[in-house]
């Protein structure tokens, strides 16, 4: 089943992309000085999803990641 089928699997998917801008933008902030189009504006977006939500996402991956790794099915 695809990943984007499956609930569960489309947010760990969201999750790892959105975790995934911030980490590039910590690394390579040059990337998000401007606003681009295409995937660096998705990344853009992401990463400023990220920053503004953390202490909603930080929580969220932990609980997806036990979940991931207790409920391996």
Known sequence: MSALLNF???LVCLLLFICTA?????QRPSMFATKK?????????ASVVATRLSPYVSP??????????LCSS
Not at 22 to 26: D, F, H, I, K, Q
Not at 37 to 45: A, E, H, I, V
Not at 61 to 67: D, E, P, Q, S, T
């Open 22 to 26: 911030t980490y590039v933008r910590s």
């Open 8 to 10: 569960q699997s489309f």
């Open 37 to 45: 189009p295409g995937l660096f504006s998705l990344l853009y977006t």
């Open 60 to 69: 969220s991956c932990f609980v997806l990641a036990v979940r991931r790794t």
